[in-house]
């Protein structure tokens, strides 16, 4: 047979066997029907949110846009982090509610696979973070939500935080000792009494602590040291300066970064801006009856066309044997 009459054969089967195709599929269908009413109604709440571009209040309030991708990527991973997950397990008592033996040595598994599959977290192409909870009880679906929204700030400010306390701590025993430089090279510049005529390389610091001294950005020293080039220059002072000025920046920087991260820690943590927080809705999402039904159909539609094909070239075989 070419492939003309296997076609023209097929349709004939299954106009010939219409009825019993169809009967099949209703079959499926009213099964489709049972299965699904016997399937726990899921029903779904999610929230929206947008990131800031800074965990600083005051950039925050300079610029109060929302963040870009990169912002939206670390805070879904905040949203997936470990952290996030083990608060709402004991916060909503999940290992109970997915019925779980915590006695059984894959429970965790099987508690992190349920929870990944119930609660997921989607950035949009708006660069916002939607937050979404598909559980058998609504109430606690939004509840979820919710309360992923609101810990996720608590989350970054004690990241934030800790890394700040860790920068802080690490700068206060540097500026002690720094300082100690500083104030013992200033002393021996001090120090400095061999007389000597002023040359070029003197007369251009000079001029550059002048013009410091009018721009009010004057640093600390620069009178002794003016003095000091002006009456008592040699090439040891100039080395001793060229050092003063070295250790003096290093000791500014240790200064303006403490000053910096105490600000930090002592200004509010920015919160991120909720566009929409999730509200329980007693609408099941899952499972669908209509696709369920939809589905059922055409799989019993397929099948039905399967079995009375296999049954009809099965009866050609048999009336050819017979023969």
Same mark, same amino acid.
């Given at each position: ?37 016997? %399937? ?7 929230? *929206? ?15 109060? #846009? ?11 991973? *905040? ?78 400010? /004690? ?8 920068? $802080? ?12 430089? $500083? ?39 620069? /009178?002794? *040291? ?49 566009? %929409? ?15 369920? #039904?939809?589905?059922?159909?055409? $799989?019993?539609? $397929? ?21």
């Amino acid at each position: 047979m070419n492939e003309t009459e296997v076609n023209i054969h097929l349709l004939k089967v299954i106009f010939k066997n219409k009825k019993g195709i169809f009967i099949i599929a209703f079959v499926f269908l009213l099964i489709s029907i049972g299965l699904t009413s016997l %399937m726990d109604k899921k029903y779904t709440a999610s929230g *929206i949110v947008f990131p800031t571009k800074s965990n600083l209040m005051k950039n925050v309030v300079q610029d109060p #846009g929302f963040g870009f991708q990169i912002h939206t990527d670390r805070l879904t991973q *905040i949203f997936e982090s470990q952290t996030m997950r083990r608060e709402m397990v004991n916060r909503f008592n999940l290992i109970e509610y997915y019925e779980l033996d915590t006695l059984k040595p894959n429970w965790l598994h099987h508690l992190k696979k349920k929870y990944d599959k119930d609660i997921s977290i989607n950035r949009t192409k708006y660069l916002s973070i939607e937050i979404q909870a598909e559980l058998k009880d609504p109430v606690l679906a939004a509840n979820i939500v919710n309360n992923m929204i609101s810990y996720v700030d608590t989350i970054r400010r /004690e990241i934030f935080l800790e890394n700040t306390q860790i920068w $802080v701590r690490d700068l206060k025993p540097k500026i002690a000792p720094q300082k100690r430089i $500083v104030d013992s090279l200033l002393h021996a510049i001090q120090s400095c009494t061999k007389q000597q005529e002023v040359p070029s390389l003197a007369k251009n610091s000079i001029t550059l602590i002048n013009a410091r001294r009018e721009n009010g950005s004057n640093l600390k020293g620069d /009178e002794l *040291i003016q003095n000091a080039l002006e009456h008592h220059y040699s090439i040891q002072l100039e080395t001793l300066i060229s050092e003063y000025y070295l250790h003096l920046g290093i000791l500014n920087r240790f200064q303006t970064d403490l000053i910096n991260g105490e600000e930090k820690l002592s200004l509010p943590f920015p919160k991120i801006f909720t566009v %929409m927080n999730a509200e329980a809705d007693h609408q099941k999402t899952s499972p669908s009856q209509s696709i369920n #039904g939809l589905v059922a159909i055409l $799989v019993g539609l $397929v099948f039905g066309v399967t079995f009375f094909v296999i049954k009809d070239n099965y009866s050609q075989l048999k009336e050819r044997l017979e023969v």
